[in-house]
Structure formats: structure tokens, C-alpha cells
């Protein structure tokens, strides 16, 4: 029988680029604007994997490391559904590692989508049963098992290290899911429309390295991305308007 996992073993991480939306979104969220929870806030580092490693590093193995954007809100009452969700799933996967709320299970034409989460206004409640078992996960929110050695890919930047992690879980014979809790994700990239030429920089020099990693892993479904050989996510990227700003 696994232990349950209780409110003293979450621990929130984020990394920081903007303290205004820093203090609208995620510093407001009930849980932490009240103090029940820590939030290890790591200010311009220089990958999500600094900030991440540098704090897990120091933490005892039973904790869930809660890796979480700046920009994402958590309703009063989330780390209690996350807890009920985490504990529901561990009696039937004890191997369970890594956690989040939005998902893909499969690749390609047969990838499904899972998850339950307010994007950037649009309520996005996908049709797989939640808790699921899912391929990746969006880095929006992402939750390790301390205990389980997993760590984040400096190499990655703030880019595909959700489905990373998932990647390695399996690698190890863990397991990763989707669970039901749901939060409100800000993002101030579009879903549609001109991208800035930085972040489309960005995205394409981590995808590059993450497409080297697991190439002998490909095809690969992330919520943003379909990779079936290295060089995809680049393609994709060129097919996209460049805003000046």
C-alpha cells in the first residue's frame, strides 16, 4: 500500500520574469496568497531546470515538487483536489512519478487530449476520463516525486521539459499522469496569430535539442507540437506570422 501523500509534501516552484503578473496571478491563487503552501520562486533564471533542480535538490523524497508558470491562477481549494487526485491514482499506480493537469496520451493521429483547464479564457475540458496515464504534459503546471530522481534538462530552457519528464518516467518504468484540478492559465502568448521572433527562436533552438535526445523515441505528441522526425517543430515554426515586436 502506498503513503499517502499529505498537504506537507507539496511544495510550489516557479520560475520569474515578471513580478506584476507574478502578483495577479500565481501569488494571488487562496492556497499561497494565504501562506498554506511555499512557493520557491526563483527570479530569471536562465532554464526552468535551474530554478527546478536548484529547489527539489533540497527537498525530502516524499514531497511533490509542483513546478508552476507565473501566470497561472489556482482556485481556492486546488491543492486539496490535487492531493485527492494524487492519492486515488497511487493506490492503482504506485509507480507514479509525475503529474499534471493537461495532456496527451498517444502520438499522431491516435494522440488523445487530456485535461481540464481555463486557457487564456477558453475552457478546455478534453474528452479522455481523468486521471489518466498521458505520453507528455504541458509545462504549465508539472508535479515530480521527489523521491523518484527525476530531474529537469537545463539543455531544454522553458521549452518541452513536461513531455521530457514524462519521456524519462517511462525510461525508468514510472509512470506519469493527467489528473482533474482544474486552474486558470494566463499565457501571454497568442493561441493564434503573430508570434514574437524571439519566442519562436526559443522554442526552435530547445526543440532542436530535444528532438536530438529522443530521437530513438520519436513519433512524440506534446499539446503543442506532432514530432514524427527531427527538424518537424522547426518546419512548423517557420510556417508562422512574425510579429515586430
Not at 536530438?212 to 506532432?226: E, G, I, M, N, Q
Amino acid at each position: 500500500m502506498s503513503t499517502p501523500v499529505l498537504p506537507s509534501d507539496l511544495v510550489f516552484i516557479a520560475g520569474i520574469n515578471n513580478a506584476d503578473t507574478l502578483a495577479r496571478r500565481l501569488a494571488a491563487s487562496p492556497c499561497i496568497a494565504r501562506g498554506q503552501y511555499p512557493l520557491r520562486a526563483f527570479f530569471n533564471s536562465a532554464s526552468a531546470a535551474d530554478a527546478f533542480n536548484a529547489a527539489v535538490d533540497h527537498l525530502p523524497p516524499q514531497c511533490w515538487a509542483v513546478w508552476v508558470h507565473q501566470d497561472v491562477y489556482l482556485p481556492d481549494g486546488w491543492p486539496e483536489r490535487f492531493l485527492k487526485e494524487l492519492n486515488t491514482v497511487r493506490k492503482s499506480l504506485p509507480e507514479l512519478a509525475v503529474a499534471g493537469v493537461y495532456g496527451v496520451r498517444g502520438h499522431g493521429d491516435g494522440a488523445l487530449r487530456a485535461g481540464h483547464v481555463l486557457d487564456r479564457g477558453v475552457l478546455r475540458r478534453e474528452p479522455l476520463p481523468l486521471p489518466c496515464e498521458v505520453d507528455s504534459l504541458d509545462e504549465l503546471l508539472v508535479a515530480v516525486r521527489v523521491g523518484s530522481g527525476l530531474r529537469m534538462d537545463p539543455q531544454l530552457g522553458y521549452d518541452f521539459y513536461g513531455t521530457d519528464l514524462v519521456l524519462e518516467a517511462q525510461a525508468r518504468g514510472l509512470k506519469a499522469v493527467a489528473v482533474d484540478a482544474f486552474c486558470e492559465h494566463w499565457s501571454g502568448t497568442p493561441a493564434a496569430g503573430p508570434v514574437a521572433a524571439g519566442v519562436l527562436q526559443r522554442i526552435a533552438a530547445n526543440a532542436a535539442a530535444f528532438e536530438r535526445k529522443w530521437a530513438a523515441r520519436l513519433p512524440v505528441t506534446t499539446p503543442c507540437f506532432d514530432i514524427q522526425q527531427p527538424g518537424d517543430v522547426a518546419r512548423f515554426l517557420q510556417q508562422l506570422p512574425v510579429s515586430e515586436r
